[in-house]
């Protein structure tokens, strides 16, 4: 019996009462909407349609090919889907990711305005795109999906129009049928693309329209609008007409010419799908006869029935399953058959409409349907699981009869599931003659006539006769065990309750009336009860509270099992055991998600389940191992409920979850593999050589980009992605991350978009999660380069760099060039003022010395005491000058003696007292190196004695390894040594350091009120 049926039954027992309108109105929307939220078959896991808001351009679809790397491509004309009008034939080419539309540009002028575009898949995975026009000949192009490669395959001679009736693709061989000057010819079309003709074909009125050409070992079987189906000889002759008495057919005045409308391979023989028949047929190529198949039309079931005849009603996907269809009104039947599995087959219901085109990689897993302007993709249940109320939080559950079970959900009333047909109908009760809904049930008890149950307020008995409902308001009720004669519950902040079903009252079973409950069961002849103080324990009047190495807060629901007693769960994952002989909870299992846990069961084959509010868990206890199932396995909701599990007398086991109601049996659960990898189907990115952004969509192209480089000028990109590959058409979700920064989802379905993308290097990685966030598959990633300005860059900065350095070594280079120029000028003028010194002094002596000598000679000889005495005045002071221009005493004895000699002068001659400790340094030095020691020390002490105002000084030489330290000290009144440095005026310190460096040394003045020292460092 059907939701409707079942539902104006109901109806039925209601209009037993006086007529209600209200109820006969409410009665009627609540069955039109259960009928539109039955539309779908038990059998659809997902059922998605995609139009021109999603992408999809082609309005008239023609064509649903796989390609070989599994991506649907669909071609077609463009129509304007919102005035449902076409618009000038523009053929259009797309290919579908299954979140993303990709078009392709065609070679065509739009001018050609086809009204066919169709596309056939060749073996080796290229494509054939065939254009027909009313108006021009025909075009044939061969299409590379991969690299979107067009190359043209000439079929017309000679300027002779020629139409394509039809292209038929068998394994390896391409046949194809034209149209030229009224004449119908098949050809074979070789692996060069050029045609080899076999031979006409019989044709009435001029152009053909071709259903079926296929191609056996000595004949071709042909079928044609109007000569009908004819078996000709490889040379063309005619063998056989077929007519209606060959599919054993009586034939009647006007009927229709045979067609063999859909043709498809299953196992190992064509079956053939008659137009306008509901047979299918098997062809015996070696007799050439028809035979009925094994195979059957879906035929008529429930509202489907089979008289509307559509453009394709039979496919085969990859694996060679087929789907046939049959249609009427907005209602379609699939019916698919799985090779060599005997009885294996699914009827599915789908709600659509005028279905043009159907293709499927794999019948077992998903199938998309081609509507006018729309694209619809059913998945199928693949799983174990079946789901019903999926609109609906499940929170009780109980048999009714049969095959059939009553369900109490959280809001929305009483249904009843038949767990062999598959459905779910509404369980209506009323209340006075009015509806009444039943809310956040949390048990069901049939007895022979009656069901107890609760609503928010009470208990609740409802006549199984009258659908009648008599309430008893009290308490809103938590948790409920049926207990005989009697139910006992419990509520919030309220004492533990019973409810007396013969006298219908409520009595308060504890004295502790403060119980916040949270579930009940009754084990081992007591009643316990998990509560926020703890776990509560009640039995003929006794009660107490039971300690537990539980935390109060922490506790959650309770389930008995046979042989292992109470079973304890936790808000935080864990399960604890408790046995009759041993009241001490054990602890049996904790989630490693620390989810909440619902409720617990165990099958057959000893395994644990839990119910969890995130999956189902199954735990092996003897081998410690668990596995987590979710929604991608065929489940409902990954939350599932409290009060919502029953374990059926032949296994099978009911889930309520907070949508949906899961029906399976525990050896039949099994995880999905979903496998699969994230692959790249389109990239934009701004092109600084064309100015505008370019994008990338060829599929060869794409799967080659592993790094992208973005301008400085515009770091635009947009990437979209999809998965492929996967094993099971699971709902995936996406997420990305840059570098090694936090996992953020991908909002948009399969796409990325980066406005400007700050400069760097990055690593973006794509991945895919399922239901649970976990990961799977293959990621993707790429490398990117948002390359930044010159100027901001390491580069720039090293330019910068090095064009500093470069500047800076050219005027430090001049400026030591320069104080080279400058050194050697000075040494140079050094140098030449003592050779003049000593050609002023060996002339002074050798000239002037001789004529005074001479002068003071003729003095003597006169006695002219007065000239005498002038004559050796003047000789003495040239011998001074002479000395002091080049001391000889230097050459003749040495530069110790020469110092001691010049120190013995200046302390006889001035009244300042020097004194001295020398070291013997002679033969150190080179003869020019002595002189010009021996004039820095002279400077140095003629400055003493000129400018210093000192009473003492000293002078020391020491000679240490490898160096000559001499130290000139004074007790004056010192100097600024920087201000005179700086002034430009003090030749003499500007001398001394000329003289220093000549030598290779280092010169050190201290100078203070307490005197000068001059300390000098010569390396020797």
């Known amino acids: ?11 039925g027992l209601y ?3 006086p007529f209600k309108p209200f109820l006969c109105i409410w009665l009627l929307l609540a069955t039109s909407s259960l009928l539109g939220q039955n539309k779908q078959d038990q059998g659809i896991l997902a059922f998605n ?5 999603d992408g999809l351009e082609v309005g008239d679809i023609h064509s649903l090919v796989y390609d070989n790397n599994g991506w649907l491509w669909i071609s077609g004309l463009e129509s304007d889907l919102g005035a449902s009008a076409f618009l000038q034939n523009i053929p259009k080419l797309q290919w579908f990711d299954g979140y993303n539309f990709h078009s392709v540009s065609l070679p065509i002028s739009e001018d050609i305005s086809p009204n066919i575009f169709i596309l056939n898949k060749r073996a080796d995975g290229l494509f054939y795109l065939r254009f027909s026009s009313a108006r021009t000949s025909d075009y044939l192009y061969l299409f590379n999906p991969s690299s979107f490669e067009f190359q043209q395959i000439p079929i017309s001679n000679k300027g002779i129009d020629v139409k394509i009736s039809n292209l038929f693709v068998q394994g390896n061989t391409t046949f194809i049928a034209l149209d030229t000057a009224g004449e119908t010819y098949l050809y074979l079309l070789n692996e060069d693309l050029s045609l080899h003709r076999l031979f006409r074909l019989r044709t009435e009125g001029g152009e053909s329209y071709l259903y079926q050409v296929i191609s056996f070992e000595n004949h071709f079987l042909v079928s044609e609008a109007r000569t009908g189906i004819i078996a000709y000889a490889l040379n063309g002759e005619i063998i056989k007409e077929f007519d209606y008495e060959d599919f054993s057919f009586e034939k009647t005045d006007n009927q229709e010419v045979l067609a063999l409308a859909d043709c498809f391979w299953f196992e190992e023989a064509f079956e053939f799908v008659l137009k306008s028949e509901k047979e299918i047929y098997r062809y015996n190529d070696q007799n050439m006869t028809w035979s009925k198949s094994n195979l059957t039309k879906p035929g008529k079931t429930g509202v489907v029935k089979n008289n509307l005849y559509q453009k394709l009603n039979a496919i085969n996907d990859s694996f060679g399953n087929i789907a046939l269809l049959d249609a009427t009104g907005d209602q379609v039947l699939i019916k698919r058959e799985f090779i060599n599995q005997v009885n294996q087959k699914s009827n599915t219901i789908v709600k659509v409409n005028n279905i043009t085109n159907m293709a499927s990689q794999n019948l077992k897993k998903e199938l998309y349907l081609a509507q006018l302007g729309r694209l619809v993709h059913i998945v199928f249940k693949n799983t174990g699981v079946h789901n019903f109320l999926e609109g609906f939080s499940v929170r009780s559950i109980t048999h009714y009869k049969e095959s059939k079970y009553l369900v109490g959900t959280e809001v929305g009333g009483l249904y009843l599931i038949d767990v062999d047909d598959k459905t779910e109908e509404p369980f209506p009760i009323f209340m006075n003659g009015q509806p009444f809904s039943a809310s956040e049930v949390r048990g069901l008890f049939i007895s022979e006539n009656n069901i107890w149950t609760n609503y928010n307020e009470g208990v609740l008995l409802i006549d199984l006769a009258t659908h009648e409902v008599e309430r008893f308001r009290h308490y809103p009720i938590s948790a409920m065990v049926d207990d005989g ?6 509520a919030a902040t309220f004492p533990l309750m019973e409810f007396d079903k013969v006298n219908k009252v409520n009595r308060p079973l504890s004295v502790n009336d403060s119980l916040v409950i949270m579930d009940l069961a009754k084990f081992g002849g007591s009643f316990y009860a998990t509560t926020k103080n703890g776990l509560f324990t009640f039995k003929d009047g006794n009660e107490a509270f039971i300690d537990i190495p539980v935390e109060p807060d922490k506790l959650m629901m309770l389930d008995v099992i046979d042989e292992y007693g109470l079973m304890i769960t936790t808000s935080d994952g864990r399960v604890y055991q408790m046995s009759n002989e041993n009241k001490e909870p054990v602890l049996l299992y904790t989630d490693p998600a620390t989810s909440p846990i619902a409720s617990v069961f165990k099958d057959e084959q000893s395994n644990f389940w839990f119910a969890t ?8 206890p003897q081998t410690q191992t668990s596995e987590r199932y979710v929604e991608d396995d065929g489940f409902s909701n990954n939350e599932f409920n409290r009060y919502s599990m029953l374990q059926t007398a032949d296994g099978g086991v009911f889930l309520g979850a907070i949508r949906g109601l899961n029906f399976f049996y525990p050896t039949e659960v099994r995880k999905i593999e979903k496998g699969g990898r994230v692959v790249l189907t389109s990239l934009t990115y701004f092109d600084i050589k064309t100015n505008a952004n370019t994008n990338i969509t060829a599929l060869g192209n794409l799967a080659q980009v592993k790094n992208i480089s973005l301008p400085a000028e515009n770091k635009f990109l947009k990437i979209q992605m999809a998965p492929n590959g996967l094993t099971q058409p699971v709902k995936v979700n996406m997420e990305f991350r ?10 948009q379905p399969g796409e990325i978009q980066f406005d400007n993308l700050a400069a760097g290097q990055y690593r973006l990685a794509v991945r895919m999660v399922d239901s649970e966030g976990l990961a799977f598959g293959e990621e993707l990633e790429l490398r990117i380069h948002a390359q930044e300005f010159f100027y901001r860059t390491i580069w720039f900065l090293l330019l910068c760099g090095l064009l500093i350095i470069t500047i800076s070594y050219y005027f430090i280079r001049q400026a030591n060039k320069a104080k080279r120029l400058e050194q050697h000028y000075s040494r140079t003028l050094l140098k030449v003022q003592e050779e003049e010194r000593m050609r002023i002094s060996r002339d002074l002596h050798d000239s002037v010395g001789q004529q005074l000598i001479l002068l003071k000679n003729q003095a003597n000889a006169s006695k002219n005491e007065e000239i005498i005495k002038n004559v ?18 230097l050459s003749r004895l040495g530069l110790t003696a020469a110092l001691e000699e010049l120190i013995r002068k200046l302390d006889e001659n001035t009244e300042v007292f020097f004194s001295t400790e020398l070291e013997n340094i002679d033969g150190i030095f080179k003869e020019d190196e002595e002189l010009n020691l021996y004039r820095i020390i002279q400077e140095a002490l003629n400055n003493i004695v000129k400018h210093a105002n000192a009473a003492s000084a000293r002078l020391s030489i020491e000679h240490t390894k490898g160096k000559i330290l001499i130290n000139i000290q004074d007790n004056g009144r010192g100097f600024v040594v920087e201000q005179e440095q700086q002034s430009g005026t003090s030749l003499g310190l500007k001398t001394l350091q000329e003289r220093i460096a000549m030598l290779n040394g280092k010169v050190n003045i201290v100078s203070g009120e307490t005197g000068t020292i001059i300390s000098l460092i010569i390396p020797k």
Do not use: C
């Open 49 to 53: 349609t995609y139009d021109a808001k």
């Open 738 to 747: 840059l570098n090694n920064s936090e996992w953020l989802p991908i909002k």
């Open 872 to 889: 050796s005045a003047t000789l003495d002071e040239v011998r001074s000058i002479t000395k002091n221009l080049h001391p000889v005493v």
């Open 613 to 620: 509010f995130s999956g189902l868990i199954k735990y092996n």
């Open 15 to 17: 209009l037993r009462t």
């Open 485 to 490: 004669d009697r139910i006992v519950y419990g």
């Open 1 to 11: 019996m059907g939701i409707a049926q079942q539902t104006f039954v109901a109806l």
